[in-house]
């Protein structure tokens, strides 16, 4: 059977999956740092933010294969490809459940940090608009949800090398170039994920980064001036 290259993962995609990894290697390295990384810290948290409000909105108007309709499968799609009936390109019904996974855990762990404090120097930036105790108890979920992250993220690289090594099907490569090389001649090359998708999706992703930076706490009031006398 003759083999055909499509576009599979558009540009907007390959680069969000990059510089998530990047972004979340580097908040693990910060935090375990500690001290004054942990401006940093809270800097990546931010833009993580970004990246995660761009990841939703895309998915719902990013081309064919990042859209979440296209890959988000029930529970019949996942029978079918545990008993090797699936066929398809991008995300498979079960490792769609992995990304929507890692995509709410990472959700909820910086909704979270926005809101931490670590007791010594760093306050989250959004940590005026909660009280002590509430930060608190924020911290504590923050802290205890990163091993599920190293879990899901163990998860992840375990798949990869599995499609690799056992199934001679390289996921890694689509990611970076953008293409793929497919049996199946009716499946086609992703369409959509135009302009002003893009224009959207990053705008939203820019308000998001900016509430989290602190944008929606009001400003302390102005400080009460005594008398000279």
């Known amino acids: 059977m003759s083999i055909k290259k499509i576009r599979l993962w558009d540009l907007p995609t390959?680069?969000?999956h990059w510089s998530l990894f990047l972004l979340?290697?580097?908040?693990?390295?910060?935090?375990?740092?500690?001290?004054?990384?942990?401006v940093w810290h809270g800097r990546i948290g931010v833009a993580i933010v970004g990246l995660l409000a761009f990841r939703i909105v895309w998915g719902?108007?990013?081309?064919?294969?990042?859209?979440?309709?296209?890959?988000?499968?029930g529970p019949g799609a996942i029978r079918a490809y545990l008993q090797g009936r699936w066929k398809g390109v991008g995300h498979n019904p079960l490792g769609a459940l992995s990304v929507l996974a890692?995509?709410?855990?990472?959700v909820f762990q910086v909704s979270?940090?926005?809101f931490a404090n670590d007791d010594i120097s760093f306050n989250g930036p959004l940590y005026p608009l909660v009280g002590k105790d509430t930060s608190d108890w924020l911290s504590g979920l923050h802290n205890q949800a990163?091993?599920?992250?190293y879990g899901l993220i163990s998860l992840h690289v375990a798949a990869i090398v599995y499609y690799v090594r056992v199934k001679k099907d390289n996921i890694v490569k689509p990611m970076i170039t953008g293409e793929k090389q497919v049996r199946e001649h009716s499946v086609?090359?992703?369409r959509g994920g135009g302009i002003i998708a893009l224009v959207v999706a990053l705008a939203i992703a820019g308000g998001a980064a900016w509430a989290a930076s602190g944008g929606i706490v009001p400003p302390p009031p102005p400080p009460v001036e005594t008398p000279a006398w």
């Open 146 to 149: 990163e091993w599920f992250i």
């Open 24 to 38: 979340v290697m580097a908040a693990i390295v910060t935090v375990k740092i500690g001290g004054n990384a942990m």
């Open 102 to 106: 890692l995509l709410g855990l990472l």
């Open 14 to 16: 390959r680069i969000f």
């Open 188 to 190: 086609e090359s992703a």
């Open 60 to 73: 719902l108007v990013g081309s064919t294969y990042a859209r979440f309709a296209n890959f988000v499968r």
């Open 112 to 114: 979270t940090g926005l």
